[in-house]
T-cell receptor
Framework: GAGVSQSPSNKVTEKGKDVELRCDPI?????LYWYRQSLGQGLEFLIY????????KSGLPSDRFSAERTGGSVSTLTIQRTQQEDSAVYLC????????????FGPGTRLTVL | KQEVTQIPAALSVPEGENLVLNCSFT??????LQWFRQDPGKGLTSLLL?????REQTSGRLNASLDKSSGRSTLYIAASQPGDSATYLC?????????FGPGTRLSVLP
């Protein structure tokens, strides 16, 4: 595709429910990143995928958060048993190769946990 | 641990002014530095990428410099316009991923 796409653009859920957020990176990009941006806060790194290597999960805030990347392309971020503090904008980015190249961001998914 | 700061936190200028945004990082072992803009409610748009071996990059009215040894980058915006109003973030490629600064919120008044 022309750019990174994310779905849904907005998600409202009740506390305790599970949610799945989707990211479609730019075709051919081997690196994919998930970030979280809370209101008034900077970008917080969550997880990073590079090709077929094991993902870097060092930024995930708790074991309720997980992510997978199928076929080296689409990625899904799953939050189980959502809490109100999970409310944020979740941003996905991809780059041709990790670190050396520009990151291109999707529009984000705004998650609201009631 | 890499820490990235940006000064000022917010800036309001009249249209037409030239302005400088600052980004500082604590560890000079970076691969590159990237400047982004973020409009309210939107994702990040890449502006400029400076590799660690480069000193500056230019795109239109934007010029970014990098001084790795002192841990600084500046983004220079010439002849500012109301459409430049946004939050500007810098990010350094460090270790396995990127570390972002908190951003500078810019308002250009007509």
């Amino acid at each position: 595709g022309a750019g990174v796409s994310q779905s849904p653009s907005n998600k409202v859920t009740e506390k305790g429910k599970d949610v799945e957020l989707r990211c479609d990176p730019i075709s051919g990009h081997t690196a994919l990143y998930w970030y979280r941006q809370s209101l008034g806060q900077g970008l917080e790194f969550l997880i990073y995928f590079q090709g077929n290597s094991a993902p870097d999960k060092s930024g995930l805030p708790s074991d309720r958060f997980s992510a997978e990347r199928t076929g080296g392309s689409v990625s899904t971020l799953t939050i189980q048993r959502t809490q109100q503090e999970d409310s944020a904008v979740y941003l996905c980015a991809s780059s041709l190769v990790a670190r050396a190249n520009e990151q291109f961001f999707g529009p984000g998914t705004r998650l609201t946990v009631l | 641990k890499q820490e990235v700061t940006q000064i000022p936190a917010a800036l309001s200028v009249p249209e037409g002014e030239n302005l400088v945004l600052n980004c500082s990082f604590t560890d000079s072992a970076i691969y590159n530095l990237q400047w982004f803009r973020q409009d309210p409610g939107k994702g990040l748009t890449s502006l400029l990428l400076i590799q660690s071996s480069q000193r500056e990059q230019t795109s239109g009215r934007l010029n970014a410099s990098l001084d790795k040894s002192s841990g600084r980058s500046t983004l220079y915006i010439a002849a500012s316009q109301p459409g430049d109003s946004a939050t500007y973030l810098c990010a350094v490629a460090y270790g396995q991923n990127f570390v972002f600064g908190p951003g500078t919120r810019l308002s250009v008044l007509p």
